[in-house]
């Protein structure tokens, strides 16, 4: 069983920069594929990033890639996405997300984090 409990989510100016993080239970963090998405009102929940078990391969959907940057500390057992020249368009809740093979779709994901609100303001 692996909890997943996410923070730094804010308001924050368009153009400006948050850090999330997702600290996660258990001592197979280091097993899994971990990742991000979000969910803006009224929409699906979409793809953002993720890295995989060793942090050796990265994957970012277009709308994010050269502004958010995954990483992860599997001696802290914490994942982390730096987010940075933000759009309202960036507007949503982000979830952590955790499953032992890698992964584009919100489907078949092992765990959930609660969510973070972002909001950004233009």
């Known amino acids: 069983q692996v909890q997943l409990v996410e923070s730094g989510g804010g308001l924050v100016q368009a153009g400006g920069s948050l850090r999330l993080s997702c600290a996660a239970s258990?001592?197979?963090?280091?097993?899994?594929?971990m990742g991000w998405f979000r969910q803006a009102p009224g929409k699906e929940r979409e793809f953002v990033a993720r890295?995989?078990?060793?942090?050796?391969?990265?994957y970012y959907a277009d709308s994010v890639k050269g502004r958010f940057t995954i990483s992860r500390d599997n001696v802290k057992n914490t994942v982390y996405l730096q987010m940075n020249s933000l759009k309202p368009e960036d507007t949503a809740v982000y979830y952590c997300?955790?499953?032992?093979?890698?992964?584009?779709?919100?489907?078949?994901?092992?765990?959930w984090g609660q969510g973070t609100q972002v909001t950004v303001s233009s």
């Open positions: 258990g001592r197979t963090f280091s097993t899994y594929v």
């Open positions: 890295i995989s078990a060793s942090g050796g391969s990265i």
């Open positions: 997300a955790a499953r032992r093979v890698p992964f584009s779709s919100s489907n078949f994901i092992d765990y």
